[in-house]
């Protein structure tokens, strides 16, 4: 006799088997899961998750070369060309070329960009702040601090 199992018919109903235990599927199911807080809280603000941390990246390292920026974010080259490109557009990034290398642009905040970046960034903080899951907040931070040390970051600085 085959043993058959009953259909899932929920979320709570599929096995994971394996993959529960994959860190590659935990991380990807989880950034979903932190995108959609993401939405959920920053609706209001019409801003994506690369846009807003393009920007408050190119805020903290003022100058930074557009390559060294896309590969510090793991964004694609063109991709990273893209985004700056429409950024640059609305006026809020402004792109120059050192004199020691032609060949590289480097990432500034133009007046917009900062008017930009102050109006999301409390909003921004705040979402972040609120709890986002079954985790406690210092089971949250634990996750944080485990997260930057997979990915070898240092710890931030207030």
Do not use: C
């Not at 199992?5 to 599927?25: E, H, I, M, N, R």
């Not at 209001?44 to 100058?63: F, K």
């Not at 609305?90 to 050192?98: S, W």
């Amino acid at each position: 006799m085959t043993d058959l199992k009953t259909p899932a018919q929920t979320d709570q109903d599929v096995q994971f088997g394996p993959l529960s235990g994959s860190l590659g599927f935990l991380l990807r199911l989880s950034q979903l899961q932190s995108f959609a807080d993401f939405f959920k809280g920053m609706e209001d603000q019409n801003i994506r998750p690369g846009e807003i941390s393009v920007l408050m990246m190119i805020a903290q390292n003022p100058g930074v070369r557009q390559g060294v920026l896309a590969s510090a974010l793991m964004i694609k080259r063109a991709h990273m060309a893209k985004m700056i490109r429409a950024m640059e557009d609305a006026g809020i990034v402004t792109r120059t070329v050192p004199p020691d290398d032609r060949r590289a642009v480097e990432l500034w905040l133009t007046d917009k960009g900062r008017a930009r970046l102050d109006a999301v960034k409390a909003p921004f903080l705040a979402n972040e702040a609120r709890p986002h899951s079954a985790l406690g907040h210092a089971e949250q931070e634990q996750l944080k601090s485990l997260l930057r040390k997979y990915l070898g970051l240092d710890a931030p600085k207030d």
